[in-house]
Structures are given as structure tokens and as C-alpha cells.
């Protein structure tokens, strides 16, 4: 099992920028890839952005594409998720996940994700 902590989150006007973090601890040499989900109240979980861990390829929604960029310390065992240009509907809990199994970059259903954190809110104010 691998035990996750977000960091990072808070309130924000609309374009402007935030840094989450997602420290990850415990089995993380079973970590395959690791992502960003988000939440906000009344909806269903949301892929926002997922990386291989060890190569480092990047994946987005195409709600986030051009103004997220995920990436990862592969030595800090930590993940990042750069937003820019946010905006209201950007508004959300953030949770990481990480997933053990060899599986396509773009399988993005949370249930394929076997470890989350806690999430970290994010707040937009237009």
C-alpha cells in the first residue's frame, strides 16, 4: 500500500495559479502511475491529469489541457500538478492517486486507482 498526502491547495482569483504537491510514502516501488482527480460538491470524481512514473509520460483531460502541467520527482517519491489560468469551474476538492498495475495511461477510471490521499481544496473566486 502506498499512503498519500496533498498539499498545496487554497483560494485563488480566476487566472491565477497554484502548486499542488502529493508526497507519497510506504510500497512506491509498486507505483506504475499517479494522478490527479477532482471533485466538486453534487459531482462524480473527475480525471484531471495522470503521469507514468517512471518515464514520465503525461496525460490530460481535455478540460486542462494547455493550462495544467503534471509532473513528478522521482526521487522525492513526490507528485506535482502546476495549475495556471484557473478558473471557477476549476473549483474542487484535488485528490492523487497512484495505481500499482501495468495498465494504459489512458484507462483514467478511478476504480483502477488502488491508493488515494486525503484531497486538498481548491477554490476559485471569479
Known amino acids: 500500500q502506498v499512503q498519500l498526502v496533498e498539499s498545496g491547495g487554497g483560494l485563488v482569483q480566476a487566472g491565477g495559479s497554484l502548486r499542488l504537491s502529493c508526497a507519497a510514502s510506504g510500497r512506491t516501488f509498486s507505483t506504475r502511475a499517479m494522478a490527479w482527480f477532482r471533485q466538486a460538491p453534487g459531482k462524480e470524481r473527475e480525471f484531471v491529469a495522470s503521469i507514468s512514473w517512471i518515464g514520465g509520460i503525461a496525460y490530460y483531460a481535455d478540460s486542462v489541457k494547455g493550462r495544467f502541467a503534471i509532473s513528478r520527482d522521482y526521487d522525492k517519491n513526490t507528485l506535482y500538478l502546476q495549475m495556471n489560468s484557473l478558473k471557477p469551474e476549476d473549483t474542487a476538492v484535488y485528490y492523487c492517486?497512484?495505481?500499482?498495475?501495468?495498465?494504459?495511461?489512458?484507462?483514467?477510471?478511478?476504480?483502477?486507482?488502488?491508493?488515494w490521499g486525503q484531497g486538498t481544496q481548491v477554490t476559485v473566486s471569479s
Open positions: 492517486a497512484a495505481r500499482a498495475g501495468i495498465v494504459l495511461l489512458t484507462t483514467t477510471a478511478p476504480s483502477t486507482f488502488g491508493s
